[in-house]
C-alpha cells in the first residue's frame, strides 16, 4: 500500500515499521557495506566539492588517493551520482576508530565547525531510500539483514521509522510534508485500530 502525500508516494513500511538505529550492535556497517556509494544531488556534490579541503584530512591515505583520481562521486549503473566507494564497498568518507566503530568524515567535520555542509540526505535518511519519478518521488523503506539491531531497537522503543527519521525527512522534503504524513499515520492507525 502506498500514500500520496503532495508529489511523493510513501510506502506502508515509512508508517509501520519500527526502526531506531542501535549503533552499539551494527558499528555503522551501512557506511561500510553495499555495492554502490550514497546517492548525491548536484548541490549536494557541489557542496562537498567546494569544502573538500577541510575533509581530505580526515579521510584514510587511500581514500584521499582515490579521490584525487577519481573525484567524489561516480554514476552508478542506473545512471545515479553517488560517493566513490573503496574495496568494492566502503563510501570513501567512512573511516573506522580504533574501537571498529565506522563514522562519516563529512559529518565529524561539520560537527566539529569545519564545514557548514551536511552529510548526503540518502545516507541521514537511511533505511529510507528514494527514488525520482517524472511526477513524484517514490519513498521506500530498505530492508537490510545489517540493520537487525535496529529493527529490534525501534520495536522495543515503538518508534515508527517515520518518527525515527524526523529530521532527515524535514530536511528534504520541508516540515508541511512531514506534517501531512504525520496525520496520513495518525489516521491510518486509527483505521486499524477500529
Not at 573525484?71 to 551520482?81: C, F, S
Request: hydrophobic share 35%.
Amino acid at each position: 500500500m502506498m500514500f500520496h502525500i503532495q508529489n511523493t508516494i510513501v510506502s506502508l513500511d515509512v508508517l509501520e515499521q519500527c526502526f531506531c538505529c542501535d549503533l552499539d550492535a551494527c558499528k555503522g556497517a551501512c557506511c561500510i557495506e553495499g555495492d554502490a556509494g550514497a546517492p548525491l544531488t548536484a548541490d549536494e556534490e557541489k557542496a562537498i566539492n567546494d569544502c573538500l579541503k577541510d575533509i581530505l584530512p580526515l579521510l584514510t591515505k587511500q581514500a584521499q588517493q582515490h579521490i584525487v583520481e577519481n573525484g567524489i562521486a561516480y554514476n552508478d549503473p542506473t545512471g545515479e551520482r553517488v560517493t566513490q566507494i573503496l574495496n568494492g564497498k566502503d563510501c570513501v568518507f567512512s573511516r573506522t576508530d580504533n574501537e571498529g566503530w565506522c563514522y562519516c568524515a563529512i559529518e565529524k567535520a561539520q560537527k566539529e565547525g569545519k564545514i557548514a555542509v551536511k552529510k548526503p540526505v540518502s545516507c541521514a535518511l537511511y533505511p529510507i531510500r528514494l527514488s525520482e519519478h517524472p511526477t513524484f518521488t517514490a519513498v521506500e523503506y530498505h530492508r537490510w539483514d545489517i540493520c537487525h539491531s535496529a529493527r529490534k531497537c525501534g520495536k522495543k522503543l515503538h518508534l515508527p521509522l517515520y518518527k525515527f527519521l524526523k529530521e532527515p525527512l524535514i530536511r528534504r522534503f520541508g516540515q508541511e510534508w512531514y506534517d501531512e504524513l504525520c496525520l496520513t499515520a495518525e489516521e491510518w492507525h486509527k483505521q486499524q485500530n477500529q
